[in-house]
C-alpha cells in the first residue's frame, strides 16, 4: 500500500468532508485494508455520472488496497431515504426494487473492480429482525437527534407530513454499517445524518465507528441543479457515446476540474496538473474539456468509441452536419401527434413537461426547421420519417409501430 500521507491525498480529492481525518488516519496507519462502504438504494433502473461520484471513490479505495462492501438496499428502499425531501417517497415493490438493483449492479460494475467488491443486499440482516430487535434498535435513537436532521426539521416547522417509517430509514443504515464492520461510509453531502448515525451506533455496540466521508452532488450540463434526470441535464452512464461526448462538451467550463476529479479514473496529479494549467492560462479551455469528454466516454465505452465520438462531434457542431447515423425509434403514431410526449418516448427528453419546455424555447427542430413555441400537436404527416432535433446533440428518427 502507498504511504498513509499519500493515500490520504488520493482519497481526500474531490471530498466535501471526512468525519474524521484523525480517524482515518489511525485506521490507515494499521496498515490492513480498510472495509469502505456504500450503501445504494435501487430505486430508479438507470444511473447517470452524478451516481456514479461514489462509485469512482470506491474503485479509488480498491486501487489502494481496501475492501469495497457495496450494500444494495433492497430493504432500506422499501422505506425510502428522506435525506432532501419535502414529501415522504412513494413507495416501491419488492419486484420493481429487483429489477433496478440488477441494472444497478450490472452498471457499477463498469466502474468497480468485482473481485474486490463484497456485494450485499440489506434483507440478508433486516428482513429476519423481529419487533423486540427493532424496539432495541430504535432505542439508540433519540426523536430530538432525528429531528435535528434538515430535512425533518423544515418538514416539521411547514406542519409538511412525516411518515413514522422515514424516522426508521437512519437506524437501518447505521445497523447496516454494525454489520458489515465498516471501518469508512462514503456518501453524498446530503447523507451526513445517516452517515454520522452510523457512527454512533457503533460506538453504542462497543465498536470502532465508521469514518464519514462525504463527496459533492454533481451538477448537470446546465451547472446549476444538481444532476437528475428530473431536470433533464444528466449524462447517463448507457448514454450513447456520441450523444455522452456532446453532453460532456456542454457542461459549463467552470465545472471542469470537478468533473475531472469526480467523474474520471485520472490520477490526482495528473488532475492538478490540469488544474494549474487551466488557472495559468497554458491550457485552453476547449481542448481541456475535449479531453475531459474522451476520459468519460472511454470509462464507459472504450477508447475507440471516444475517438469516434469526437468525430462526430466535430461533424455535427464544427462543420454543421448532421450525425450519419440517426436512431430510428418506433413509436404509435396516431392521426395527430402530442409532440412533447413522443419527445419522450424518442428518448430525447426526460419529462413530457421537459419537452414543453423544449419546445417553448425553440430547441425542437424537424428536418432542422424550427417547431414554433407552444407548438404541442401536430399531424402524423408533418413528423414520420424525418429528423427530430432536441437543442444541439439530440436527434432521432420516429417510425411507426405497427
Do not use: C
Not at 476540474?257 to 467523474?263: E, M, P, Q, S, W
Not at 475535449?290 to 465520438?309: D, K, N, Q, W
Amino acid at each position: 500500500m502507498l504511504p498513509v500521507e499519500e493515500q490520504l491525498r488520493v482519497i481526500g480529492s474531490g471530498a466535501s468532508a471526512v468525519h474524521t481525518v484523525e480517524s482515518l488516519t489511525e485506521k490507515l496507519k494499521t496498515g490492513r485494508p480498510l472495509r469502505i462502504k456504500l450503501g445504494v438504494d435501487p430505486t430508479a433502473p438507470d444511473l447517470h455520472l452524478g451516481h456514479a461520484v461514489p462509485l469512482r471513490k470506491l474503485r479509488q479505495f480498491q486501487d489502494l488496497g481496501h475492501q469495497v462492501v457495496l450494500i444494495i438496499g433492497d430493504y432500506t428502499a422499501l422505506i425510502g431515504d428522506p435525506s432532501g425531501r419535502n414529501t415522504t417517497r412513494p413507495a416501491l415493490t419488492i419486484e420493481e426494487i429487483d429489477d433496478h438493483a440488477q441494472t444497478y449492479i450490472d452498471q457499477a460494475f463498469k466502474i468497480l473492480d468485482p473481485d474486490a467488491t463484497e456485494l450485499r443486499r440489506n434483507s440478508e440482516w433486516l428482513k429476519p429482525l423481529d419487533f423486540a430487535s427493532v424496539l432495541k434498535l430504535t432505542s439508540q435513537f433519540t426523536v430530538a437527534r432525528t429531528l435535528e436532521r434538515d430535512d425533518f426539521a423544515n418538514r416539521y416547522a411547514k406542519q409538511q407530513t412525516i411518515s413514522l417509517h422515514e424516522f426508521l430509514y437512519p437506524v437501518a443504515q447505521a445497523y447496516d454499517s454494525v454489520v458489515v464492520r465498516a471501518d469508512v461510509e462514503i456518501g453524498g453531502t446530503d447523507q451526513l445524518f445517516n452517515l454520522l448515525a452510523g457512527r454512533e451506533l457503533m460506538a453504542k455496540s462497543g465498536m470502532e465507528p465508521q469514518v464519514a466521508l462525504t463527496l459533492p452532488l454533481l451538477e448537470g450540463t446546465d451547472g446549476v441543479q444538481k444532476m437528475s434526470k428530473s431536470y433533464g441535464n444528466y449524462i447517463g452512464l448507457t448514454d450513447a457515446p456520441d450523444d455522452m461526448f456532446g453532453k460532456v462538451m456542454s457542461v459549463p467550463d467552470a465545472l471542469m476540474v470537478k468533473y475531472f476529479r469526480l467523474a474520471t479514473a485520472l490520477g490526482v496529479d495528473e488532475i492538478d496538473s490540469i488544474e494549474a494549467a487551466l488557472a495559468g492560462g497554458t491550457q485552453h479551455p476547449n481542448l481541456a474539456k475535449r479531453r475531459l469528454a474522451r476520459e468519460i466516454v472511454g470509462l464507459y465505452h472504450g477508447a475507440a468509441a471516444a475517438v469516434s465520438a469526437e468525430e462526430a462531434f466535430d461533424r455535427v457542431f464544427k462543420r454543421g452536419e448532421v450525425p450519419v447515423e440517426i436512431p430510428e425509434v418506433p413509436v404509435r403514431l396516431d392521426a395527430t401527434v402530442y409532440l412533447p410526449g413522443l419527445l419522450k418516448e424518442l428518448g430525447l427528453v426526460a419529462s413530457t413537461s421537459d419537452g414543453r419546455r423544449q419546445i417553448d424555447q425553440d430547441a425542437v427542430k424537424l428536418d432542422g426547421a424550427a417547431v414554433a413555441g407552444g407548438t404541442y400537436e401536430l399531424a402524423r404527416a408533418d413528423i414520420e420519417g424525418r429528423v427530430v432535433q432536441v437543442g444541439k446533440r439530440r436527434y432521432a428518427r420516429p417510425v411507426a409501430r405497427d
